[in-house]
């Protein structure tokens, strides 16, 4: 049974099934319009700040039979998956420093407005003048019903101070509107789980999803009965999760940090998992279709004490090339980076497709990016870029080299990936030649 997306919600209701139960029920693919463009697509993008260590991180090769260096190491077993792309730049120029322009026009490809926040030597800047390449595949996806999502997008964070400036915001919904990310897992899980007020209440909702179930028994496949099964018991171990943290936050004060640091500093760990285990189920119930997930900050000093780092890492991301002791602790800081990846890939190759053939990273393309291509040079050249999944129809299992080719074009090949087929994205002047043919 077909239901058209905008009637769905009104017929579980009339139905009899409870306000709180909707979020369980309002995805499941047996009561979701036929997909009339065919294969479901998603989209995440990923970023980590600081820049990278060139030399543990580009591979010497290009074509099919590249290398893993260091640094994407954690990701070695995904490499018929992967696209790696070098010498992509972020061009935009204008008012604003290299981590305000790295940051803010990552994702929009369009300068910064003038303004009165000062960083670093330059020129201050406000926020940016146009919306990120998310949100625009959002807005396209939304537009249409056979993909339109109760939300649209998700912005997961970790670690992201609560400071708002163009160095902590790479989302825009438009000209002079940043998109805060949300980095506490308890506040996203209420945001996917409004309806359930009291806490208290929530097993006995739960079990009442089952009696629920037996009334659309004959309305939805056995593959999305056991897909809601699955989404009770995630949601089940979720809460306990957030419990235990919360109750294990009262006994335990938080250390005094630096401005500008969140206080979730030393839980940045289980957050980072937290929040990846919540993306992947939102997804899994369609939720959204477009995610992005921010690590902390441009000029982030998060200390990563987990790896046995207790210099804040934009500290290190300043040391010369020759203090090798630096050197190291960034490869490993970005290592860690590229092994939250590799979980979040895992997690979407290990969950079958709902309602089709195949995984979830089938239908899912992740952008693993940067707002600098090297800290101790804030260069905004040869910034990285590593795409995994094959969601968007790219000819993966590659790495590329191109020759300082605008960035502005990859999020074209983006768009036209989502059948999207904008004529520029960001700057025009920064377009010259089209998208980037990744196919």
């Not at 996806?141 to 339109?148: A, G, I, K, L, N």
Request: hydrophobic share 35%; net charge negative; aromatic share 8%.
């Amino acid at each position: 049974m077909n239901l058209r997306t905008s009637n769905r919600r009104q017929f579980l209701r009339d139905i009899g099934l409870s306000t709180a139960a909707l979020p369980f029920f309002s995805g499941l693919p047996s009561l979701r319009a036929a997909q009339a463009s065919g294969k479901k697509q998603r989209l995440v993008i990923m970023i980590s700040p600081n820049g990278t260590v060139p030399k543990a991180f580009w591979p010497d090769a290009t074509g099919t039979d590249f290398d893993f260096k260091e640094i994407l190491k954690p990701l070695e077993s995904y490499r018929d998956r992967m696209l790696v792309l070098h010498g992509l730049s972020n061009k935009v120029r204008g008012d604003g420093d290299s981590h305000m322009r790295g940051m803010s026009c990552l994702l929009t490809g369009k300068e910064l407005f003038p303004g009165n926040i000062q960083g670093g030597s330059h020129t201050p800047a406000g926020w940016c003048s146009g919306i990120s390449i998310d949100q625009e595949i959002k807005n396209h996806y939304q537009s249409r019903e056979e993909s339109r999502t109760r939300f649209g997008s998700l912005e997961f964070g970790v670690g992201v101070p609560d400071r708002a400036d163009p160095w902590t915001r790479m989302v825009y919904s438009g000209p002079n509107k940043p998109v805060g990310a949300i980095d506490d897992p308890y506040q996203m899980f209420n945001k996917l789980y409004g309806q359930v007020q009291d806490r208290e209440h929530l097993g006995s909702i739960l079990d009442d999803l089952q009696t629920d179930l037996k009334r659309l028994k004959g309305m939805v496949s056995a593959e999305d009965r056991q897909l809601l099964e699955d989404h009770a018991d995630f949601v089940r171990a979720m809460e306990t999760d957030l419990q235990a943290a919360e109750e294990q936050k009262l006994h335990h004060a938080a250390p005094e940090l630096e401005p500008g640091v969140s206080d979730t500093n030393d839980n940045i760990p289980e957050i980072s998992r937290m929040q990846i285990d919540l993306m992947v189920n939102a997804f899994a119930n369609d939720m959204a279709r477009v995610s992005t997930l921010q690590y902390t900050n441009s000029v982030g000093q998060a200390r990563m004490r987990w790896l046995g780092i207790n210099e804040g890492h934009h500290g290190l991301s300043h040391e010369p090339d020759d203090n090798e002791d630096a050197q190291k602790k960034l490869v490993k800081i970005n290592t860690w980076f590229a092994e939250q990846l590799a979980y979040l890939v895992t997690k979407l190759s290990n969950t079958p497709e709902p309602g089709a053939d195949g995984s979830m990273l089938d239908h899912t393309t992740i952008v693993w990016t940067n707002e600098l291509g090297k800290g101790n040079s804030h260069t905004l050249r040869n910034i990285p870029f590593v795409l995994v999944g094959d969601g968007f129809g790219f000819e993966m299992g590659r790495s590329l080299k191109f020759d300082d080719e605008a960035h502005n074009r990859l999020w074209m090949a983006f768009a036209h990936g989502a059948q999207h087929h904008v004529e520029s994205f960001g700057n025009p002047k920064l377009c010259q030649g089209g998208a980037l043919d990744l196919a």
